[in-house]
């Protein structure tokens, strides 16, 4: 089987945390210019401002020279630039760094902030936070935490590092632990192990449960509760399907205070309304480094609010 060949390295620095963008030209294409490639492929941007970037330098190839208008087309050839990101509401909340070494940083990350750029999300996500708070350009996640889910997530130091740690993830090496804050259901009988199958589609914000092969395996069960109807829950996935813990604590009867998406889908709220988070957290990792062969056992500092006080946080 042929190796792709990896691309040059970004002649192009990153800005504010975040990477350039990077196309490739397809092999084979009835394009003159590289020009009118871009247009055709960035139809999101339009080709005024193509042609803007363009005339201003802001398109650079492999060796950081500017490409020019008129440029002829090459097949396989790489361009670099950065994307002028919307403006975001900054979330005020900060990330609390619990380990770092020279290899991984894991963080206690707040509630409404991304772990990654996406979607509107650029800026004001956990990656471009990090890497400018600490000055590491290199830092990589090595999973995800949903925006609305404060907790633990793992940052990998090192690129070539970062395929060790991300396959702890996926083959199910990493031990996570997870507390919520729901409604409490004294007659059912727990702890209960909750498998089915999840699927999320495209273009849907939710996820649900169908008839089949379950692929969705969690263990929970409340470890104290209130009189006022309200419980403190241990989660474990053995899984990691999107919205998981969430789509299964709602099968349960249960849903955790805070979803806007389980059981139904709430409008969205206006942008920068950080009121009542979705009381979720990743409570603990537990894994061996693939690097030094450490042991470690990580725990958020974080206090769900509504279990603290549920009236503060109603409010």
Same mark, same amino acid.
Not at 228 to 239: I, M, Q
Not at 269 to 283: C, E, H, K, S
């Given at each position: ?21 990077? =196309? ?49 087309? #090459? ?21 609390? #760094? ?192 693939? =690097? ?24």
């Amino acid at each position: 089987m042929r190796r792709r060949t990896p691309p040059p390295p970004s002649p192009l620095p990153q800005r504010d945390g975040i990477d350039p963008v990077r =196309v490739r030209l397809p092999g084979e294409g009835h394009w003159a210019t590289v020009r009118d490639h871009l247009v055709e492929r960035l139809t999101g941007a339009g080709a005024g401002v193509v042609d803007g970037m363009l005339r201003a330098g802001l398109m650079v190839g492999a060796d950081g020279t500017a490409v020019s208008p008129d440029a002829p087309y #090459v097949p396989g050839m790489f361009v670099w630039f950065h994307r002028e990101p919307a403006a975001e509401v900054p979330v005020p909340f900060p990330l609390e #760094v619990v380990h770092r070494d020279e290899h991984i940083v894991v963080v206690d990350k707040p509630h409404f902030l991304a772990t990654t750029p996406r979607g509107s999300h650029v800026t004001e996500t956990a990656l471009a936070r990090l890497r400018r708070e600490l000055g590491i350009p290199a830092l990589g996640a090595a999973h995800r935490l949903d925006r609305l889910t404060a907790g633990l997530v793992l940052f990998t130091v090192r690129p070539e590092e970062r395929g060790a740690y991300q396959t702890l993830f996926r083959d199910r090496l990493v031990r996570k632990v997870y507390e919520a804050v729901a409604p409490y259901a004294p007659g059912r009988a727990w702890p209960v192990t909750v498998r089915s199958r999840i699927v999320k589609e495209r273009g849907t914000p939710a996820a649900f449960e169908v008839p089949g092969e379950p692929n969705a395996v969690s263990d929970i069960e409340p470890v104290e509760h209130r009189p006022d109807g309200l419980a403190r829950y241990r989660l474990v996935p053995h899984t990691g399907q999107t919205h998981q813990l969430r789509v299964h604590m709602s099968a349960l009867g249960v849903p955790i205070l805070g979803d806007p998406l389980y059981p139904e889908v709430a409008p969205p709220g206006p942008a920068g309304d950080f009121r009542r988070p979705l009381q979720l957290l990743a409570r603990e990792l537990e894994f061996t480094d693939p =690097v030094t062969g450490a042991r470690h056992l990580l725990r958020s500092g974080r206090v769900l609010e509504s279990w603290v006080s549920y009236a503060r946080w109603a409010g």
